[in-house]
C-alpha cells in the first residue's frame, strides 16, 4: 500500500485494520445465511474465486477509493472460504483420519504463510504495485480450481 498510494505505516495500519471489521462482519452476519442457501462446496470455491477477483482488481486498479472497496470484497471471499473451509474439510474424512488431514491442512495453509510473502517480496522488487497482487490472485484461483476438483 506505501508502493500503490503513497501510505504510511499507520495508514497501512487503518487499511488491514478496517478489513479485519470487514471480515468480522462478514462472518457474525453473512456467512450464517450463506451456508443455509447455497451447499458449501459451491461456497467454498465461490468465496475462493471472490478473493482471487478482488486481489487481482485491487493490482490493477489505480483509484485509491475503488481500490480499497475492491480489496474489502475480497476480504468478504476470505471470510467465507474460512468458515467454510473446515466444514468440507471433515466431509472428507471419517472420524479415524481427520485429525491428521486436519493438521495436514494446518501444516499447508502455513506453509502458504511462509513462503507466499517471500515470492511476493521478491516480486514487489520488480513491480510493487501489481505484481504481489495477480501472484496472490493467482493463488486463489489454483486453489479454487483445486477445491472444484
Same mark, same amino acid.
Given at each position: 500500500?506505501?508502493?500503490?498510494?503513497?501510505?504510511?505505516?499507520?495508514?497501512?495500519?487503518?487499511?488491514?485494520?478496517?478489513?479485519?471489521?470487514?471480515?468480522?462482519?462478514?462472518?457474525?452476519?453473512?456467512?450464517?445465511?450463506?451456508?443455509?442457501?447455497?451447499?458449501?462446496?459451491? $461456497?467454498?470455491?465461490?468465496? %475462493?474465486?471472490?478473493?482471487?477477483?478482488?486481489?487481482?482488481?485491487?493490482?490493477?486498479?489505480?483509484?485509491?477509493?475503488?481500490?480499497?472497496?475492491?480489496?474489502?470484497?475480497?476480504?468478504?471471499?476470505?471470510?467465507?472460504?474460512?468458515? %467454510?473451509?473446515?466444514?468440507?474439510?471433515?466431509?472428507? %474424512?471419517?472420524? %479415524?483420519?481427520?485429525?491428521?488431514?486436519?493438521?495436514?491442512?494446518?501444516?499447508?495453509?502455513?506453509?502458504?504463510? $511462509?513462503?507466499?510473502?517471500?515470492?511476493?517480496?521478491?516480486?514487489?522488487?520488480?513491480?510493487?504495485?501489481?505484481?504481489?497482487?495477480?501472484?496472490?490472485?493467482?493463488?486463489?484461483?489454483?486453489?479454487?480450481?483445486?477445491?472444484? $476438483?
Amino acid at each position: 500500500l506505501g508502493a500503490k498510494f503513497g501510505f504510511e505505516a499507520l495508514e497501512v495500519g487503518y487499511v488491514f485494520g478496517a478489513m479485519a471489521i470487514v471480515m468480522l462482519g462478514t462472518g457474525i452476519f453473512l456467512v450464517g445465511p450463506l451456508q443455509k442457501r447455497i451447499p458449501l462446496f459451491p $461456497l467454498a470455491v465461490g468465496a %475462493t474465486v471472490l478473493n482471487a477477483v478482488g486481489v487481482i482488481g485491487f493490482g490493477l486498479c489505480d483509484n485509491m477509493w475503488l481500490s480499497l472497496g475492491i480489496f474489502a470484497v475480497s476480504r468478504v471471499g476470505v471470510s467465507v472460504k474460512g468458515a %467454510t473451509a473446515s466444514q468440507v474439510t471433515k466431509l472428507f %474424512t471419517d472420524p %479415524t483420519n481427520r485429525g491428521t488431514v486436519f493438521a495436514n491442512m494446518q501444516f499447508y495453509l502455513n506453509l502458504g504463510r $511462509l513462503f507466499g510473502p517471500l515470492i511476493a517480496g521478491h516480486l514487489a522488487e520488480e513491480d510493487p504495485k501489481v505484481l504481489p497482487w495477480l501472484f496472490a490472485g493467482g493463488c486463489s484461483i489454483l486453489s479454487a480450481i483445486v477445491l472444484a $476438483l
